[in-house]
C-alpha cells in the first residue's frame, strides 16, 4: 500500500499530468468539526488577493477544502495565528505518533499561547474522499483542520518545500509564523516536549 501510495505521488509530480479519478464512494460523517474554531461560517466571497498574499508561496494561497465541514479555505486566510502544517497519509503508522505527539504539546501549551496556535494536517493522498479522512480524524480525536491535497496543491508544496512533502513516513512538517515567516520543511519524529517548544518559541516570535 505505501509502495502503490509513493508510485503515484512520483507519477503525479510530474509537470502536465492530472489528477486520477476520485472514487465515487462517500461516507456521511457527522461530528464537530475542528474548523468550526477556526473558519468563519459566514466567510462569503473571497476578498481580492492583497499585497501581503501576492508574496506568499502558492501552497498558502491555493483553496483546500476542510474534510469536515467541506467549507473551502487557504492557509492564509489563518494569517496571525502560528500554523504547525503536516504532510501525511492515512495509513503511515509514523504520521499518526507525529500526530498524536502535535496534539499533546499543543494541549500542554499556556492557554494564550495555545489560542494562538492551529494545528493542520493535509494528505497527500489525492484520490482520498474528504469523507475517509475526517472519518480519520474524528476516530483519533485529532483536533486537527483537515484537508486532502490535489495533484497541484501537492506539487505546488514540493516545488516549494521539496520532495519530502510527499514522503509521510518522514513526518514532513512546517510551521509558519504570526508574521507570515515560513520555516523550513522539518522531518524525522520529535517528542511532544520538543514540538510544544517549537510552537511557543515561534508563536512568541522567539
Known amino acids: 500500500m505505501r509502495l502503490l501510495h509513493l508510485i503515484i505521488l512520483s507519477v503525479l509530480l510530474m509537470p502536465g499530468l492530472g489528477v486520477l479519478p476520485i472514487p465515487a464512494h462517500a461516507r456521511q460523517v457527522n461530528a464537530e468539526c475542528a474548523s468550526d474554531r477556526w473558519l468563519a461560517a459566514d466567510s462569503g466571497t473571497p476578498s481580492a488577493v492583497s499585497s501581503a498574499e501576492a508574496s506568499l508561496p502558492a501552497w498558502m494561497t491555493m483553496p483546500l477544502t476542510d474534510a469536515c465541514s467541506g467549507t473551502s479555505f487557504t492557509l ?23 500526530l498524536t505527539r502535535a496534539k499533546e504539546a499543543a494541549a500542554a501549551l499556556p492557554p494564550d499561547v495555545q489560542e494562538g496556535v492551529v494545528l493542520i494536517l493535509l494528505s497527500s493522498e489525492v484520490d482520498l474522499p474528504r469523507e475517509d479522512l475526517a472519518n480519520y480524524v474524528q476516530k483519533n480525536d485529532f483536533p486537527y483542520l483537515s484537508a486532502v491535497m490535489s495533484a497541484d496543491y501537492l506539487r ?43 510552537f511557543e518559541g515561534v508563536h512568541n516570535g522567539s
Not at 88 to 96: D, G, I, P, R
Not at 178 to 195: C, F, Q, R
Open 76 to 98: 492564509a486566510d489563518l494569517s496571525g495565528k502560528t500554523l504547525y502544517i503536516e504532510q501525511m497519509a492515512t495509513w503511515c503508522v509514523n504520521c499518526h505518533g507525529q
Open 156 to 198: 505546488a508544496m514540493a516545488d516549494d518545500l521539496g520532495r519530502e512533502v510527499a514522503v509521510p513516513p518522514a513526518m514532513p512538517f512546517v510551521i509558519v509564523a504570526p508574521d507570515g515567516a515560513i520555516s523550513d520543511l522539518h522531518t524525522g519524529g520529535k517528542s511532544s516536549d520538543e514540538l510544544a517548544a517549537l
